[in-house]
């Protein structure tokens, strides 16, 4: 890896207050949670994307706002016969913001670091199926498979793919070093990320000099700074009950799009009593979507029976496998011993989603006998206590990446379900490449979810956007856990 120099002139739109940059150069973007470190390799929070992806780092491919996979840093690939060895081009004259060139050996680093036995990636089994990678000189990497995955390509468009250098790797949690159009700034914990525009990047350059990212995590705040202006943007509103009053204000873009988030009544399927099936059954017999989505949402949202979005070609509307029905839940419980009912404790994150959600779940619940012990954590809690640490009963989150039906396939996540049948079908998922039989293999893999009521299906997340109406674009979609800056900018 050759060093081309170890100091790059700040800009001079980083020497400028914020409030006092040229209109049409800034963007102030708003966002609900504060992201627990900036380093996509190593966590599972969407926030982390939400700030760096596409924007600060780049991989070999990249998902655009449709959802198709793109070149990335890499320019073009071939893939042999049997569907096993992909040969990728590089693109020239690509640096790290510290000026460090990125070349195959930095490709090679960063999937072996990713599938390495000590490997910290939040997605590590999307490198799985890798049986090698080498160089081809400094211009060409070929990734060579153990059998053919027809979403391969995809899975290296994640943000748990972005492509690194070794020598500024260790500390990308909180100085971000990547490829991307722009490069980190500053992050003041508790407020905001700044970022600036990267005038050495290798492709189109952003419009944008520079972009900051607000953590505000409550609705009414949200509404606050964007009709103060104090906010540009939020790709992702977090007070659905407000969108009739932007929609009104022609001052405002309002967009309604669809997400990759399947929001759901996450359960502990190794804890008594959520290991009896009849139990989980119960409570999917207790919950009403509908009610749900309307005082939780506003109306804003697709029910969902089965972990999968119901914008894709391949969904099934598993709906109605547990319609509301209080006396067969009442029923399932006393089958499982407890005709009586039990405690449980419902873990909420902050997102008025899970909060307000959570509300009536309980309420819900409550109607069966289930008494649940609302214990609302802040996000960095959730992440240490329930996701790493499985230490919960019931909680509520959206899971928001792409096409991520094979987390249950995951022997330690911490839903801690395990089926032999389940996992038969994501591998057979993973050798196909027919994309008619692919769809078949994802539709048998949502009826395991929901034979088995491995968690409570809600509603799939609506996109609500809402942004001034001269800023150009953004996201009204998001197939990816993204805030992609690359082409936005202000309407002259």
């Known amino acids: 890896m050759k060093r081309i120099f170890l100091f790059l002139a700040a800009s001079l739109a980083g020497l400028i207050p914020l409030q006092l940059q040229a209109a049409g150069d800034h963007l102030n973007m708003g966002m609900v949670l504060e992201p627990p470190h900036l380093d996509p390799t190593a966590g599972a929070a969407a926030a982390i994307d939400e700030v760096v992806y596409a924007n600060v780092f780049e991989g070999l491919t990249r998902i655009d706002r449709n959802g198709e996979v793109k070149p990335g840093l890499a320019s073009s690939w071939e893939v042999s016969d049997d569907g096993k060895i992909y040969r990728f081009t590089l693109r020239e004259g690509v640096t790290f913001h510290d000026g460090t060139s990125m070349d195959s050996s930095d490709v090679i680093f960063s999937i072996q670091r990713a599938i390495a036995e000590d490997s910290v ?5 999307l490198f799985e199926p890798i049986e090698s990678v080498a160089a081809e000189g400094a211009g060409t990497v070929i990734v060579t498979l153990k059998r053919p995955t027809g979403h391969f390509l995809f899975n290296l468009g994640w943000g748990d793919a972005i492509v690194v250098d070794e ?5 990308n949690k909180v100085n971000p070093t990547g490829t991307g159009p722009f490069a980190f ?7 905001r990320v700044e970022l600036q525009r990267n005038d050495a990047y290798w492709g189109e350059p952003a419009q944008l000099a520079t972009a900051t990212f607000r953590f505000i995590p409550d609705p009414a705040a949200a509404v606050s700074a964007m009709m103060a202006g104090d906010v540009d943007a939020f790709a992702n509103f977090p007070a659905p009950e407000s969108m009739v009053q932007f929609e009104a204000d022609p001052r405002f873009t309002v967009f309604i799009g669809s997400t990759e988030g399947e929001t759901i009544l996450s359960t502990n399927n190794g804890r008594p009593p959520f290991d009896d099936i009849r139990v989980r059954q119960a409570i999917a017999h207790a919950i009403d979507r509908k009610a749900i989505i309307d005082g939780a949402m506003f109306g804003y949202g697709t029910p969902i029976g089965s972990h999968f979005a119901p914008h894709h070609p391949a969904y099934v509307d598993l709906t109605n496998r547990y319609p509301l029905d209080l006396e067969k839940a009442k029923a399932l419980l006393a089958e499982a011993g407890h005709a009586g009912g039990f ?4 873990k909420l994150p902050p997102p008025s989603y899970a909060r307000r959600g959570g509300e009536i779940i309980a309420s819900q619940l409550q109607e069966i006998g289930i008494e649940l012990e609302i214990i609302p954590v802040e996000w960095a809690q959730w992440l240490e206590q329930a996701f790493r640490g499985k230490d919960f009963d019931l909680t509520i989150v959206s899971h928001t990446e792409p096409m991520d039906i094979g987390i249950y396939a995951r022997d330690s996540y911490y839903f801690d379900y395990h089926s032999g049948a389940f996992n038969g079908l994501m591998d057979k998922l993973a050798a196909e490449v027919d994309e008619k039989a692919r769809y078949a293999v994802m539709a048998d893999a949502q009826k395991r979810l929901a034979e088995d009521a491995v968690n409570g299906f809600l509603f799939q997340l609506a996109k ?4 001034n109406a001269k800023v150009k674009g953004l996201w009204e979609n998001s197939p990816v856990q993204a805030n992609d800056l690359t082409a936005v900018s202000w309407e002259k």
């Open 167 to 171: 020598e500024s790797a260790a500390g």
């Open 121 to 125: 990636n939040a997605q590590k089994a």
């Open 343 to 346: 405690k449980a404790t419902l």
């Open 185 to 191: 700034k500053r992050w003041v914990k508790g407020d």
């Open 464 to 467: 609500h956007g809402v942004w």
